[in-house]
C-alpha cells in the first residue's frame, strides 16, 4: 500500500498489525471495551487518561476502530489499518475484495470500479473498492430475497398443483 503525507506533514503509511505473544492482555481489553460500550448506551462516555493527567473523550468513531482491533487481535487475527484515499495495485485491489487479477480489471473496464492510470498501470483508491464491496453486497442481498420470494411462490404452486389434479381426477 501506499505512504501519504497528511496536513501536519507527519507521514502515514497503512500498516498491519498482529496480536502479541499474550493474547490474555488483548482479550481483557477486548472484553473491558465491550463493558465500556455497554455503559455508553446510558449515555457514559469513554475518556483517555495521558501519562501527565489529561483527560479527553474519545469519540464514538475511534471508539468503535479501537473495539473492532481489540476484538480482532484478541481472536488471533491481524488488522490492517489504511486510510480510505490508499492507492492500490490491480494485485492488492483483487487481493482485498478477494477475487482474482482479471476479474477485478474486468470490473474497472467496464466500469464497475473508479481507478487512475499511471503510464501503463493502474491504481484503484480504497474508498473505491469499500464502495463497490458495498453496492456489490446490497445488490446480491436483493437477489438471494428474489430467489427466496420465488422458490416461495413455485412451492405455493406446486402445493396447489397436486389438489388439482386429484379433484380432476375424481370427476
Same mark, same amino acid.
Given at each position: 500500500?501506499? $505512504?501519504?503525507?497528511?496536513?501536519? &506533514?507527519?507521514?502515514v503509511s497503512s500498516r498491519t498489525y498482529f496480536p502479541g505473544d499474550d493474547r490474555n492482555d488483548l482479550i481483557g481489553l477486548a472484553q473491558l471495551l465491550h463493558? *465500556?460500550?455497554?455503559? =455508553? @448506551?446510558?449515555? !457514559?462516555?469513554? #475518556?483517555?487518561? =495521558?501519562?501527565?493527567? !489529561?483527560?479527553?473523550? *474519545?469519540?464514538? #468513531? %475511534?471508539?468503535? %476502530? @479501537? ?6 487481535? =484478541?481472536? &488471533?487475527?491481524?488488522?490492517?489499518? =489504511? ?15 478477494? %477475487?482474482? /487479477? ?6 474497472? #473496464?467496464? &466500469?464497475? *470500479?473508479?481507478?487512475?492510470?499511471? &503510464? /501503463? ?5 480504497? /474508498?473505491? @473498492? ?7 453486497? *446490497? ?5 438471494? !430475497?428474489?430467489?427466496? /420470494?420465488?422458490?416461495?411462490? $413455485? ?5 396447489h398443483a397436486p389438489e388439482q389434479a386429484d379433484g380432476a381426477a375424481e370427476r
Amino acid at each position: 500500500m501506499s $505512504m501519504t503525507t497528511e496536513p501536519s &506533514g507527519r507521514q502515514v503509511s497503512s500498516r498491519t498489525y498482529f496480536p502479541g505473544d499474550d493474547r490474555n492482555d488483548l482479550i481483557g481489553l477486548a472484553q473491558l471495551l465491550h463493558e *465500556i460500550e455497554r455503559e =455508553a @448506551l446510558a449515555g !457514559r462516555t469513554a #475518556e483517555l487518561r =495521558a501519562p501527565d493527567g !489529561r483527560v479527553r473523550a *474519545i469519540p464514538a #468513531e %475511534v471508539f468503535e %476502530v @479501537l473495539e473492532q482491533v481489540a476484538d480482532a487481535l =484478541a481472536s &488471533g487475527s491481524g488488522v490492517t489499518v =489504511a486510510r480510505n484515499d490508499t492507492q492500490m495495485t490491480t494485485q492488492q485491489a483483487a487481493d482485498f475484495l478477494g %477475487v482474482s /487479477r482479471p476479474t477485478l480489471v474486468k470490473y474497472l #473496464e467496464d &466500469g464497475s *470500479i473508479s481507478f487512475e492510470r499511471r &503510464g /501503463r498501470h493502474r491504481r484503484v483508491l480504497l /474508498r473505491d @473498492l469499500v464502495s463497490f464491496q458495498e453496492h456489490f453486497r *446490497i445488490r446480491r442481498r436483493a437477489a438471494l !430475497r428474489a430467489a427466496a /420470494r420465488e422458490d416461495q411462490a $413455485m412451492g405455493r404452486s406446486q402445493q396447489h398443483a397436486p389438489e388439482q389434479a386429484d379433484g380432476a381426477a375424481e370427476r
